[in-house]
């Protein structure tokens, strides 16, 4: 798969361009969310007592300190929260910044991601966006976003 401004061009064989994006640190609370990424799925993690999302993932609940949890499948729609384009220093592995930007889920918490298929000159508050996953280095996935359809 290839996302719009990704780094690495399209070479003229057949064989796919490699990814130039880190591959995720994965901890031992985040593993569910890497693995379910690996398969392109979007998860999150809750509370299996009051309900809670815990993000990031962590061993016990904030709000009723329970540690019992349950991994549950996102809509993966959200709305951009806020967005910023990072121009120095470069991040690594990319030739051209991504749009870096908060999406506030349907689910109700904020996570920091990339949002594509969109000129950064275009992106607004509340913009509606949809996750899809971006290749990384390493035959991994991370969750990106990119304007939703209404
Ligand atoms: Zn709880």
Redo the contacts with the bound molecule.
Sequence with gaps: MTVPNDPTPAPASAAPPKPTRLAPIVTLDAKFFWEAADKGEFVGER?A????FRFPPRPM?P????VRREVVKLSGHGKVYSWILPRHPMPFGFKESPIVAVIELEEGYRLVSNLYEVPFEQVRAGMPVEVFFAPTMGNHQVPVFRPRAK
């Design positions: 509370c007592d009051c309900g809670e609940c709000r009723c300190h329970s």
